[in-house]
């Protein structure tokens, strides 16, 4: 079974740019959550996404968004990028929207921005 | 608000060494609690959960107790392997839905 799947691995984009995202979750999972990860802050929950709604969002300003489409499929987006989001963007889905429902993590995607 | 807290790393031991990597949480409710690890050149994987007080997770040898009282979830190894070096991340899930919350990490490093 594959897992999750996020496009593309790396990214080198400039300041004030946009880029977008790709998160494909295992087959059948309905719940997709993205996360920033960095060292000075770790990893930070971006939102959360089931049945093509957005069902939590966490402390990121609104030039951070995202969607979800009806295979599941999510993706991210990021407007007028600055230096400091330059980043690991992880993906991970879940079966089901429930609390203790575990999380499986796509590899990543290393957003750079110069 | 929900936060987690653990030990700052990295952690160095030898083969066969005892572990244990503290966590610590503040949360409102009934959290569930994990601890995930990311080996190198790898995604975080789930390691142990648990979903209620004195709940005990376990997987690999590795063992966490979900303690109410302390708000606690330190991870445990009683003889631990080169080859469980790696990041360690305690989490927890504060309500409804998939959402984690996670501490800063504890790098492991094992050596023989």
């Known amino acids: 079974k594959a897992g999750v799947t996020q496009t593309p691995r790396y990214l080198i984009k400039t300041r004030g740019q946009q880029v977008t995202l790709s998160c494909s979750p295992i087959?059948?999972?309905?719940?997709v959550s993205w996360y920033q990860q960095t060292p000075g802050q770790g990893l930070q929950f971006l939102f959360e996404?089931?049945?093509?709604?957005?069902?939590n969002k966490g402390n990121f300003p609104g030039r951070f968004s995202g969607r979800q489409f009806s295979n599941s499929r999510s993706e991210m987006n990021v407007s007028t990028l600055e230096l400091g989001d330059s980043a690991l963007y992880l993906c991970?889905?879940?079966?089901?929207?429930?609390?203790?429902?575990?999380?499986?993590f796509g590899q990543g995607t290393r957003l750079t921005v110069v | 608000g929900n936060s987690v807290t653990q030990m700052e790393g990295p952690v160095t031991l030898s083969e066969e060494a005892f572990l244990t990597i503290n966590c610590t949480y503040t949360?409102?409710?009934?959290?569930?609690l994990f601890w995930y690890v990311q080996y190198p050149g790898e995604g975080l994987q789930l390691l142990l959960k648990?979903?209620?007080?004195?709940d005990k997770g376990s997987n690999k040898g590795f063992e966490a107790t979900y303690r109410k009282e302390t708000t606690s979830f330190h991870l445990e190894k009683g003889s631990v392997q080169v080859s469980d070096s790696a990041v360690y991340f305690c989490?927890?899930?504060?309500?409804?839905?998939?959402?984690?919350?996670f501490g800063k990490g504890t790098t492991l490093s094992v050596s023989s």
């Open positions: 996404y089931f049945s093509e709604t957005q069902r």
């Open positions: 991970a889905s879940s079966l089901v929207r429930e609390r203790a429902t575990e999380a499986f």
């Open positions: 989490a927890l899930n504060p309500q409804a839905g998939t959402a984690l919350i």
């Open positions: 648990a979903t209620k007080a004195d």
């Open positions: 087959s059948g999972h309905r719940s």
């Open positions: 949360a409102t409710g009934y959290p569930s």
